[in-house]
């Protein structure tokens, strides 16, 4: 019923930018929360930040804070991360996610996109 496509993934050089977007399908629930998360080779899954379905509340994971902006359209079907000072640990496959609310925990979330490939050379 729900589909979630990414795009903007790449390779880029350390300190380098890139921005992520998210597009739901148009039948998605406006009022879901929608999250980034990510997963590297061998790791599991890793919580990245979520914005509430207003826009309003945002949470970031300590290993990013500071350094990600995640930011929701006026549709409420699209959600961005613009991913600044990007650092080799970055590197991972980035998962967009939606759920009835918002949480750290991947297992709260009920739709996954299919991921997009960040590299981050030194």
């Known amino acids: 019923q729900v589909q979630l496509i990414e795009s903007g993934g790449g390779l880029v050089q350390a300190g380098g930018s890139l921005r992520l977007s998210c597009a739901a399908s148009?039948?998605?629930?406006?009022?879901?929360?929608m999250g980034w998360f990510r997963q590297a080779p061998g790791k599991e899954r890793e919580f990245v930040a979520f914005?509430?379905?207003?826009?309003?509340?945002?949470y970031y994971a300590d290993s990013v804070k500071g350094r990600f902006i995640i930011s929701r359209g006026n549709a409420k079907n699209t959600v961005y991360l613009q991913m600044n000072s990007l650092k080799p640990e970055d590197t991972a496959v980035y998962y967009c996610?939606?759920?009835?609310?918002?949480?750290?925990?991947?297992?709260?979330?009920?739709?996954w996109g299919q991921g997009t490939q960040v590299t981050v050379s030194s």
């Open positions: 914005i509430g379905w207003s826009g309003r509340t945002i």
């Open positions: 996610a939606a759920g009835p609310r918002g949480t750290p925990e991947s297992r709260q979330y009920n739709y």
């Open positions: 148009r039948r998605f629930v406006t009022t879901y929360s």
